[in-house]
């Protein structure tokens, strides 16, 4: 069974602090993508990456970084952090190709006060 | 541009009767279509894909979705929904490039009232 999981579950953050969101996956894909779910925008892709050291920017990326230090562990940083960036986060795992399932986490609820 | 469009931002049905959740899309390529469902504070699980061949797809739970390229749709369906079926459902599409992006549509809420 494909996992992804991703820590912390929940995390209130205070403005202008920084946050790391962590996700794991040990399904051995390559791909590794950062999502975010507002209500009325459905999820919309911030950062993803095609293996270890690599990152691309998504479609909306101002405001995070992303980190992917080995295949398995892919991090999504906010160096500043605002109230706008109040949203749940998922990340998604898949193997190389167009059309290749993607596995997702169960999700971090982040509020930013 | 490739884009996905789901109608009906929310759909309440009785428990027992079928449903059909919209799905229009957009795609100068061969369309690699998805459906996934995703439950109250849990992340988004597959349902059923569509590559190629028969345009009736079957998915898990008895949901199954058909593809129309003439009408550029990809609707699910389920001839008898039960309660435990609440939930957002996606409709996405694979990006072209090899990128393995993926484009959602803003999901279908479904309420299965008792």
């Known amino acids: 069974e494909a996992a992804v999981t991703q820590s912390p579950r929940n995390k209130v953050a205070v403005t202008g602090g920084k946050v790391t969101l962590s996700c794991n996956q040990t399904n051995n894909h390559n791909n590794m993508y950062w999502y975010r779910q507002d209500t009325g925008h459905g999820l919309r892709l911030i950062h993803y990456?095609?293996?270890?050291?690599?990152?691309e920017k998504g479609d909306i990326p101002d405001g995070y970084k992303a980190s992917r230090p080995s295949q398995e562990n892919f991090s999504l940083i906010l160096e500043l952090a605002t109230p706008s960036q109040t949203s749940v986060y998922f990340c998604?795992?898949?193997?190389?190709?167009?059309?290749?399932?993607?596995?997702f986490g169960k999700g971090t609820r982040l509020t930013v006060v | 541009a490739q884009s996905v469009t789901q109608p009906d931002a929310r759909v309440t049905v009785s428990e027992g009767a079928s449903l059909q959740l919209r799905c229009k899309y957009s795609s100068s390529g061969t369309p690699y279509l998805f459906w996934y469902v995703q439950y109250p504070r849990q992340g988004l699980q597959l349902l059923l894909k569509y590559y190629s061949g028969d345009p009736v797809v079957q998915g898990v739970n008895g949901f199954e979705a058909e593809f129309s390229k003439s009408n550029s749709s990809f609707h699910l369906r389920k001839a008898s929904v039960h309660w435990s079926d609440s939930a957002v459902y996606f409709c996405v599409l694979s990006a072209t490039g090899n990128t393995g992006k993926l484009i959602f549509g803003l999901g279908t809420t479904l309420q299965v009232q008792p």
């Open positions: 998604a795992s898949g193997a190389t190709g167009t059309g290749t399932e993607v596995f």
């Open positions: 990456s095609y293996g270890a050291g690599s990152t």
